[in-house]
């Protein structure tokens, strides 16, 4: 087996999260199937990740969320922007073929993912002076992990890519980086958040969104960014290729 299967790693391939219907896109511009993202023809989010979820959501972009599973196992010598491509591609070549095999069959538990025009897949890692931080193993990890980001800058990168599969159009890619810097971090308060357990499924083991935004003195960039998705230049990434109308703020945004 090579190193993703589309087939295996999807976990949710017929789950539409669509906002408020006041929200929902106009057509705008041409694309192959003749029709931007709506509520009718959603777009797929080959993503696993909640907060992306959320985030697209509660701008108003209807979606079908497509999970596809893929190494993304550091290698020696990886740089950032390597490792991202590669994962980001390989995540890419995932989400085409599960579309493929929803265009070609007949089952109505590929029909929502069938009506996608356009997909969407991303990945985001933490930096610190040049080196990748994940997910921490366990508590101790976090807390090492935590205590090297402490007083410091640090970046997050995401990298994502937006295709229209059968188009002939080339793919549409952007890394987007946001910089970082912690507060000064003692010991008990280390502890104190690590004990949260908010940290422990995130990369650079920490939520800005959560407790951790007590962690941060400031940011330059895309706050959604280091949340997991820089929602700004992904949609208007997507308005630009023809893909998506206008989008007002949803309700309590």
Request: net charge neutral; hydrophobic share 40%; proline share 6%.
């Given at each position: 087996?090579g ?5 295996q790693?999807v976990k ?7 906002p408020n219907p006041g929200?929902?896109?106009?057509r705008?511009g041409?694309?192959?199937q003749?029709v931007?993202?709506?509520?009718q023809h ?7 990740s ?10 108003g972009v209807?979606l079908?969320v497509a999970t596809?599973?893929v ?6 010598g990886d740089?950032?922007?390597?490792y991202l491509?590669r994962?980001?591609?390989?995540k890419?070549?995932?989400a ?9 069959s ?6 929502a993912l ?5 997909l ?5 890692v ?10 921490p193993?366990?508590?101790?990890h976090?807390r090492?992990?935590?205590?090297a980001l402490?007083?410091?800058?640090h970046?997050?990168?995401t990298?994502f ?7 002939g159009r080339s793919?549409s890619a952007?890394?987007?980086i ?9 010991s ?10 908010e ?6 083991g ?6 951790g ?10 706050y959604?960014?280091?949340?997991g998705l820089?929602?700004?230049a992904?949609?208007?990434t997507?308005q630009?290729l023809?893909l998506l109308g ?5 309700d309590?945004?």
């Amino acid at each position: 087996m090579g190193l993703w299967s589309a087939r295996q790693g999807v976990k949710e391939a017929a789950a539409i999260w669509v906002p408020n219907p006041g929200t929902a896109a106009v057509r705008l511009g041409y694309h192959h199937q003749g029709v931007a993202i709506d509520r009718q023809h959603p777009l797929m989010l080959g993503s696993a990740s909640p907060r992306r979820r959320e985030l697209l959501t509660t701008v108003g972009v209807p979606l079908v969320v497509a999970t596809v599973t893929v190494d993304e196992a550091t290698r020696p010598g990886d740089s950032p922007e390597a490792y991202l491509e590669r994962v980001v591609d390989t995540k890419h070549r995932a989400a085409v073929e599960l579309w493929d095999r929803a265009r070609a069959s007949s089952s109505d538990s590929d029909a929502a993912l069938a009506r996608c025009p356009a997909l969407l897949v991303a990945d985001t890692v933490v930096v610190h002076r040049g080196d990748i931080m994940g997910k921490p193993r366990d508590d101790a990890h976090g807390r090492a992990m935590l205590a090297a980001l402490a007083g410091h800058e640090h970046q997050v990168m995401t990298r994502f890519v937006i295709d229209e599969p059968g188009s002939g159009r080339s793919p549409s890619a952007e890394t987007v980086i946001t910089r970082v810097w912690f507060v000064e971090l003692g010991s008990p308060q280390l502890e104190r958040y690590v004990a949260t357990g908010e940290g422990r499924d995130k990369a650079g083991g920490y939520a800005i969104q959560g407790i951790g935004s007590l962690l941060v003195a400031r940011i330059d960039g895309s706050y959604c960014n280091v949340v997991g998705l820089p929602v700004s230049a992904v949609v208007m990434t997507l308005q630009s290729l023809g893909l998506l109308g206008p989008l007002p703020l949803a309700d309590g945004a």
